[in-house]
């Protein structure tokens, strides 16, 4: 093993929105597959126990608490000053070049690839890409379908939201999408764990610690200079 | 105007309509005197064309006020073939009369043919002609029932007459719509009584139904949604959840997607309405409702697949299979690296890594 030394390589900003996210998109995904079918009940006629009430409240807050999250993580990507990492985590040029490289690693056509600080390309230019594009549309078709009060406003869906239903080919149409993403999400859940263990497995670099302490093993040519910034460092 | 009701029952219409329309009751002298200074009744022409005539019935069954008080009190209805005395040359006469003069209301029922124009002609023209040569100097044009708003049944995929609603034929922005399946009476007559009160159309939504009676779903009004909400549902029809009364949701009903008064205004003389009898609402007051909404007895229903005309599948199925797929190529990929050595430890990894 080349020679490493422990770096701290994670904000505890970012730590903490990943475990939010994390959180929050499994109690939507279990409080979701409540309301797409409610599987239990709790209480009797006489004692009622508002289950469906405080489940589809609990999914609202987890989604605004999501919604809240993702945006701050890509505000920090683009603006932090301590830690602006899109250019680690999105699909950047430096990324894009290096995708086939990657790619090919995976593939089984070569053994090993380049260090990268956080995400690899492939997880940069195509994973990432794409949850968000699926973020966006479940917050979509999420405020499309629902009709309450937010901002302590009475809101007419129809009136703000309608072309999403005609962007999803419809209501009916756009609930399914909704709850396809139950689905997606669970895949990119799976595929990410994954990708780590198998990363993990071969680098014994602490990684899956890192994502509780943000410390990890990096070679040493790729550690950073004490004193220089975070920027020039990557340069 | 000489009323057939007495001044009280006129004032309750005015009241009810009031209501509908969510104006205070402040506003009911000046109801009573738009509907009373509509000296010459506004002259109404109702076209039906693809449609199964069930608005007018619906109409027919309005209480408040009833039908014989709406066509010969309210309103000055020139031109309904189903209802009309007259028949043949006579009948578009009038028809023909009421458009030179302009300034009257249409009212439309009944999808326009478009693929197939023969499908449904009156007095050898095209259901098309009719609908632009009418509508284009009238005052409004009202849309009842979903055929006339957005194509209803006969525009089930496939469609074979083309049929669409009077919106998509003439602009969107020059009709208002009054969906269901059959429309709401109550509705009709607020929308009509909206029109001669304010001189416009009222405020519509982005499917142009007016925003009074269509802003709300069925779901916020529902009488069963204390049990929606307590996590009481019917499993099946005939069961002893069904005779309590307990939420249809699992039964496939489609309240919380159907924006409609119904929950409020009932129906046959304010005496029931679908859910109250025990049958889940079907959304027909919705566009699409025949083909999205089918189904009618399932949660979620089926979908068409993109790319693969007339397949329909379950959410649920694509989506576990989705998921088994991911598993079993990750099972795969894998094996693939348990045999390539990845999961040992790599002693010259080097610089490789793979976050």
Not at chain 2, 118 to 124: N, Q, R, S, V
Request: proline share 5%.
């Amino acid at each position: 093993m080349a020679d490493r030394v422990l770096v701290k390589q994670r904000n505890w900003v970012y730590i903490l929105l990943h475990w939010i996210i994390v959180s929050v998109l499994a109690i939507l995904a279990f409080t979701g597959l409540y309301i797409h079918r409610p599987f239990f009940t709790m209480g009797t006629e006489a004692d009622p126990v508002m289950v469906m009430s405080w489940i589809r409240w609990t999914h609202f807050i987890c989604a605004a608490i999501l919604i809240e999250s993702v945006l701050i993580r890509l505000e920090l990507a683009f603006f932090s000053h301590f830690d602006a990492d899109w250019r680690d985590i999105g699909p950047s040029r430096k990324m894009l070049k290096a995708l086939p490289e990657a790619l090919s690693f995976y593939l089984f056509a070569r053994n090993d690839h380049r260090y990268w600080r956080k995400l690899n390309p492939v997880k940069s230019v195509i994973l990432v890409p794409l949850e968000l594009l699926f973020y966006l549309i479940a917050i979509l078709t999420g405020f499309a379908m629902f009709e309450g009060t937010f901002f302590w406003r009475t809101t007419d869906t129809v009136v703000l939201f309608g072309w999403v239903y005609d962007l999803f080919g419809g209501q009916q149409s756009t609930r399914n999408w909704h709850y396809y993403l139950f689905w997606i999400f669970l895949m990119i859940g799976v595929i990410h764990v994954y990708l780590n263990i198998l990363r993990t497995a071969r680098q014994r670099d602490m990684t899956f610690r890192s994502m509780l302490s943000g410390w990890r093993l990096v070679p040493r040519k790729y550690a950073p200079i004490k004193g220089a910034s975070q920027r020039k460092k990557r340069e | 105007m000489q009323l057939d009701i007495s001044r009280r029952d006129f004032l309750k219409l005015c009241g009810g309509t009031a209501a509908m329309l969510g104006l205070s009751q402040a506003w009911v002298p000046q109801i009573a005197r738009a509907l009373e200074q509509a000296a010459e009744r506004p002259p109404v022409i109702w076209l039906a064309f693809q449609g199964c005539s069930g608005c007018l019935e619906s109409l027919a069954k309005a209480a408040y006020p009833d039908i014989a008080t709406i066509v010969l009190d309210v309103i000055s209805l020139n031109y309904v073939d189903v209802l009309m005395a007259p028949s043949g040359k006579r009948a578009e006469k009038s028809l023909e009369d009421t458009v030179a003069a302009g300034g009257y209301i249409t009212i439309v029922e009944g999808a326009v043919a478009t693929g197939i124009p023969e499908a449904m002609t009156i007095a050898g023209k095209t259901s098309e002609e009719i609908v632009k040569e009418v509508t284009a100097g009238g005052a409004a044009t009202v849309c009842v029932g979903t055929c006339s708003s957005y194509g209803g049944v006969q525009a089930m995929r496939p469609n074979p007459t083309g049929a669409k609603g009077v919106g998509e034929v003439i602009g969107e922005d020059k009709v208002i719509n009054v969906p269901g399946c059959p429309a709401n009476p109550d509705t009709m007559v607020s929308t009509i009584v909206s029109y001669l009160l304010f001189g416009k159309a009222p405020e519509l939504d982005s499917r142009g139904r007016p925003t009074f009676a269509f802003s709300q779903k069925i779901h916020d009004h529902c009488e069963r949604r204390a049990h929606f909400d307590s996590g009481h549902y019917v499993e099946e029809y005939g069961s002893e959840e069904e005779t309590k009364g307990y939420c249809l949701y699992k039964m496939g009903c489609k309240g919380p997607e159907t924006h409609s008064p119904c929950p409020l205004t009932l129906w046959n003389s304010k005496q029931n309405w679908c859910i109250g009898c025990g049958n889940g609402c079907i959304g027909c007051m919705e566009p699409d409702f025949w083909d999205e909404f089918a189904g009618f007895y399932d949660t979620l229903p089926d979908t068409p697949i993109p790319g693969f005309v007339g397949v329909k599948t379950s959410a649920d199925y694509v989506g576990s299979t989705l998921v088994t797929a991911t598993v079993a190529g990750i099972g795969i990929h894998a094996i693939a690296s348990a045999a390539k050595g990845r999961f040992k430890e790599a002693d010259d990894a080097g610089e490789g890594s793979d976050d």
